[in-house]
């Protein structure tokens, strides 16, 4: 199996100098066609690589995706991480930062709270896609044929009380997080745990991440985490700004009213 992903993977920086025929391939993998050929069509099937009317092959479209998503999620952590630590010392709760990904909406970064109460995650972790604050932000920006197609084939596990009930209420909440710009997560997945969360948006105006605070509400209540909601849209707007290059660097954390 090695030996195959091996051979797989070799295709690709071959492809990278320019299109190649199933012999130039079979030559320098040093295999025979019919090996090559089966190579090929794996790396077809996934979109790596794509075979020209001329019969030859060169990298695929999925290729360039990948690594222009990779890019950007990385990219998005390391411009992030400065302002989450920021934020996280001015308020002294967690906060998060989360990508969509596959279908799935994952946390790329936190900063941890400062007190002994809090709530638990991990970097890595999908969240709850129904009920989480980031993952509403994330969603409600997708286009509305795609919206509908994932909100209908989710399930919708009743965690609480207030967890979203169905296809038709996500869709409701997702609107409504699209027309005031942030989103919130009042006990919908843990009863004890608040959240709040403001959108990172691209040159193209597209959110491309999603940061929030959380904190169990022994520590704040609702109203009280609600009256971050300001701080935490700042710091987004100024991640936004330092990511599409459009706005210099400032002291989110700071009321620019004060």
């Known amino acids: 199996m090695s030996q195959t992903v091996d051979r797989a993977l070799s295709i690709l920086p071959l492809l990278a100098e320019g299109p190649a025929d199933l012999g130039q391939v079979a030559d320098r993998l040093g295999v025979h066609k019919s090996t090559a050929l089966r190579l090929l069509r794996t790396l077809h099937e996934h979109g790596l690589v794509y075979r020209q009317s001329d019969q030859r092959y060169r990298l695929g479209a999925r290729l360039f995706a990948l690594a222009q998503e990779a890019m950007e999620n990385l990219d998005i952590r390391e411009i992030a991480h400065p302002h989450l630590v920021r934020l996280g010392e001015a308020c002294g709760h967690t906060v998060h930062l989360a990508v969509y990904e596959e279908g799935e909406v994952l946390y790329i970064d936190k900063v941890d709270s400062r007190y002994p109460v809090r709530m638990y995650s991990r970097i890595g972790k999908p969240v709850a896609i129904t009920v989480a604050a ?92 609600l009256t971050l909601l300001p701080q935490v849209r700042r710091t987004a707007d100024a991640i936004s700004g330092e990511y599409s290059g459009r706005t210099p660097v400032t002291d989110p954390t700071k009321d620019p009213t004060a």
């Open 134 to 225: 980031v993952a509403k932000l994330l969603l409600a920006d997708l286009p509305e044929p795609e919206r509908r197609a994932l909100a209908e084939r989710l399930e919708y596990p009743a965690y609480t009380p207030r967890s979203t009930p169905d296809a038709a209420a996500f869709l409701r909440e997702l609107e409504k997080v699209r027309e005031q710009g942030w989103a919130a997560d009042l006990g919908g997945h843990e009863e004890s745990i608040n959240c709040v969360a403001a959108p990172i948006r691209g040159a193209d105006g597209r959110v491309v991440a999603a940061m929030s605070v959380s904190a169990p509400n022994v520590v704040v209540t609702a109203e009280e985490l």
